[in-house]
């Protein structure tokens, strides 16, 4: 079985650019998460959704970052514009359950860096 | 609230044994263990649910106090493949994972 697909693997981009991640989850699943990893802050949960529908975007740093879920095939994060401090490893996660018992399948992660 | 892990790294020769723990200031409903290797993503080890209840996952296995809102994760006999940042994720039924700062180990030949 397929696993989560992101893309792109490395994104590299100058300051105030717009930068899109992308994501697949697994087929089947309801639920999607975003995490951003950094050495200072771990693994921190940004966003997630259930049947494509936002639950809880308290973790989103702040108003340059969006997240969407058109279909239940495919999220997007997106920053704009792009600041050096969100340079990080963006991880999409899917599950076929929230968080409790059922585990969350992560993709490899965009590793980003905003020169 | 980010739980706490203890230690934050650890050593070990192949074949020694190694406890992480990971501990909540706030009731929890459960937690979750991931591996992650460097440059890899996190991998699914194993959930503990809220009743106390231990796991097993080869030779590694877990427990949950509910009391103390501590796990703690068990590696015996430990492999060169166990090498990597361990992280408990836990949960407050409130359908979210709150991760640890991770546990780096490290088995040498």
């Known amino acids: 079985d397929a696993g989560v697909i992101q893309s792109p693997r490395h994104e590299v981009t100058e300051m105030g650019q717009e930068v899109t991640l992308r994501c697949k989850p697994i087929?089947?699943?309801?639920?999607l998460f975003w995490y951003r990893q950094t050495m200072m802050r771990g693994l921190e949960l940004l966003i997630y959704?259930?049947?494509?529908?936002?639950?809880?975007d308290s973790g989103m740093p702040e108003d340059r970052f969006s997240a969407k879920m058109p279909n239940a095939s495919f999220s997007t994060l997106k920053i704009q514009p792009s600041e050096p401090r969100d340079s990080a490893v963006y991880f999409c996660?899917?599950?076929?359950?929230?968080?409790?018992?059922?585990?969350?399948?992560f993709g490899d992660g965009t590793r980003l860096s905003i020169l | 609230q980010q739980p706490v892990q203890s230690p934050q790294a650890v050593i070990l020769r192949e074949g020694e044994d190694a406890v992480i723990n990971c501990s909540s200031s706030?009731?929890?409903?459960?937690v979750h263990w991931y591996r992650q290797k460097h440059g890899e993503a996190p991998v699914f080890l194993m959930i503990?649910?809220?009743?106390?209840e231990q796991k097993g996952h080869e030779k590694i296995s877990a427990s949950f106090n509910e009391k103390k809102q501590q796990s703690s994760l068990y590696l015996t006999a430990s492999q060169l493949s166990y090498s990597g940042t361990y992280f408990c994720?836990?949960?407050?039924?409130?359908?979210?994972?709150?991760f640890g700062k991770g546990t780096l180990l490290t088995v040498n030949p």
């Open positions: 996660a899917s599950s076929s359950q929230a968080a409790g018992n059922q585990p969350q399948h």
């Open positions: 959704f259930n049947n494509n529908v936002p639950i809880d």
């Open positions: 503990l649910l809220k009743g106390g």
């Open positions: 706030k009731a929890l409903y459960s």
């Open positions: 994720g836990t949960e407050r039924r409130n359908y979210k994972l709150t």
């Open positions: 087929s089947g699943h309801d639920y």
